[in-house]
Nanobody
Framework: QVQLVESGGGLVKPGGSLRLSCAAS??????IDWYRQAPGNQRDGVAG????????????MKGRFTVSRDDPPNAVQLERVVLQMSSLKSKDTGVYFC???????WGRGTQVTVSS
């Protein structure tokens, strides 16, 4: 079964950190991207990484968010992609999804709420 499963969301205070994880299985994915959907808004790209380790970020996330692979040693394909978020702000609140780039394969999302 082809699937992406996000985890790691939760409630955090402004200035805090969270580590989101996207577990991929059932297919070979060339790249995986993270998106965020704030309440009432469309999904916006956050960051992404491909099998060669090339990374891209939305401009507003640079410096606060880090995307990386957390695969077993010698893994060729993407199996787990991590989004480390720090210095979180209330505007970072939303549902975070991972997507296999250029496909319609999405995870169900994980809720992140930044609130005091």
């Amino acid at each position: 079964q082809v699937q992406l499963v996000e985890s790691g969301g939760g409630l955090v205070k402004p200035g805090g950190s969270l580590r989101l994880s996207c577990a991929a299985s059932g297919a070979t994915f060339a790249a995986i991207d993270w998106y965020r959907q704030a309440p009432g808004n469309q999904r916006d790209g956050v960051a992404g990484i491909d099998t060669r380790g090339r990374i891209r970020y939305a401009d507003s996330m640079k410096g606060r968010f880090t995307v990386s692979r957390d695969d077993p040693p010698n893994a060729v394909q993407l199996e787990r992609v991590v989004l480390q978020m720090s210095s979180l702000k209330s505007k970072d609140t939303g549902v975070y999804f991972c997507n296999a780039r250029d496909t319609s394969i999405w995870g169900r999302g994980t809720q992140v709420t930044v609130s005091s």
